[in-house]
């Protein structure tokens, strides 16, 4: 069952601007959420102190975050799906807001185009992805119509994306910390027991908390937490850093369906990963084999980036495209209307 984290609080936020020492901290912890204040200190050059001050003052205000959510790339930590929704007229945000209270919805976009949302969905298996997908649909009022598209890979997505505040030495010294990615998982390591379950529900919230409090909310010792942490994100969690929108310098966001032949597929996917506006790209089974989420500047450059990638690719065709009005909800953070946090439903287990 999902429990909703009181409102952060974002009374003050207004009042809060990024100078470079903010988007100095929140590049190194994009590069390493759980990287330690000293070394983002020396790194900044400045007070480890200091450092941690200002993210905490971001994060009170809702603009900036750690989340820790399933590692998407291996089907057997989690089976996702991208589903387009149609609603009755005027129904739209109604119908969102019914989606964010379910764990096993992360993200939700409210859209222009051919569909009014587009959401994200994760569950362990096929059938249980298409058991969620059907109760959830058919229990909320104002779901006209349904399209689910399963993912069959995820070769980039946001945990990715890089404020570009750092020059390359410090860069450099921020990678050589992060701990390495192990192997991929045995059908074994791939279970979760009840200690893993309830620490990937503490990261969601807040993906720095310390081994003292994760201790202390779980019943356990910090040096069995330190290698469960440890242990978890090197081979089935992913962490990420993100930062409101609006302050990233990219306000706008937009959706492309996209196909290319089947032989271009990864050749396409590896060119995407290296495009800047390029947020997240899913490999996806139906009409459409692309779903590319991107960031953007300015509205004209909704067409002007499709263009871009037609140049880049020529054999990709983009069959649609869809401007999002709000993120609602982003790996289970809910936003409000200047995309800051405003609460979190905590990510579920998939296993469960």
Same mark, same amino acid.
């Given at each position: ?5 009181? %409102?952060? /609080? ?37 007070? %480890? ?12 205000? /809702? ?5 820790? +959510? ?6 057997r930590i989690?089976?996702t ?5 149609d ?16 764990p096993?919805?992360?993200? #939700?976009?409210?859209t222009?185009? /051919? ?6 969905v994760?569950a362990?298996? *096929? ?35 890089? $404020? ?9 010294? #921020?990678?050589?910390?992060?701990p390495?990615v ?13 200690l ?14 310390s081994l ?6 779980? /019943? ?24 409101a929108? %609006? ?8 959706? +492309? ?8 597929v ?16 899913? #490999?996806?089974?139906?009409? +459409?084999?692309?779903? #590319? ?5 300015e509205?004209?450059d ?11 690719? %020529? ?5 649609d495209?869809?401007?999002? *009005?709000?993120? $609602?909800?982003h ?13 979190v439903v ?7």
């Open positions: 069952m999902s429990r909703e984290v009181p %409102p952060l /609080g974002v009374q003050d936020s207004a009042a809060v601007q990024l100078d470079e020492l903010d988007r100095g901290v929140v590049h190194a912890l994009q590069i390493h959420p759980r990287a330690p204040w000293k070394l983002v200190g020396e790194v900044l050059g400045v007070d %480890p102190v200091t450092a941690a001050r200002r993210w905490h003052r971001l994060a009170r205000a /809702g603009l900036a975050w750690v989340t820790a +959510y399933p590692r998407l790339s291996d089907p989690v089976v799906a991208i589903v387009e929704v609603t009755e007229p005027g129904a739209a945000e109604d119908v969102a807001r019914a989606f964010a209270k379910d096993a919805v992360p993200n #939700i976009k409210l222009a185009g /051919g569909r009014d949302i587009v959401v994200a994760q362990r298996s *096929l059938d249980e992805l298409h058991r969620l997908t059907t109760s959830l649909f058919q229990r909320t009022p104002g779901v006209r119509a349904t399209r689910t598209h399963v993912s069959t890979g995820v070769p980039t997505e946001g945990s990715r994306w890089r $404020l570009r505040s750092l020059d390359d030495l410090q860069t450099a010294r #921020i990678e050589a910390s992060v390495p192990a192997r991929p998982l045995s059908p074994d390591q791939a279970h979760w027991d009840d893993d379950t309830q620490l990937l529900e503490l990261l969601s919230v807040d993906g720095r908390m003292r409090d994760l201790a202390a909310a779980t /019943g356990t010792s910090q040096t069995t937490l330190r290698r469960k942490v440890q242990s978890l994100v090197s081979a089935r969690l992913n962490l990420r850093c993100d930062l929108r %609006p302050l990233s310098g990219w306000p706008l966001s937009a959706v +492309y369906f996209a196909s290319v032949p089947g032989q271009y990864e050749q396409t996917t590896k060119v995407l990963t290296g495009v800047r506006e390029v947020r997240s790209c899913a #490999i996806t089974a139906g009409p +459409y084999n692309l779903v #590319i989420d991107v960031w953007l500047r509205l004209r909704v067409h002007a980036f499709e263009a871009h990638l037609s140049g880049r690719i %020529p054999h990709l065709t983009v069959a495209r869809s401007v999002v *009005l709000r993120t $609602l909800k790996m289970g953070r809910l936003l409000d209307r200047d995309g800051r946090c405003v609460g905590p990510l579920r287990n998939p296993h469960l």
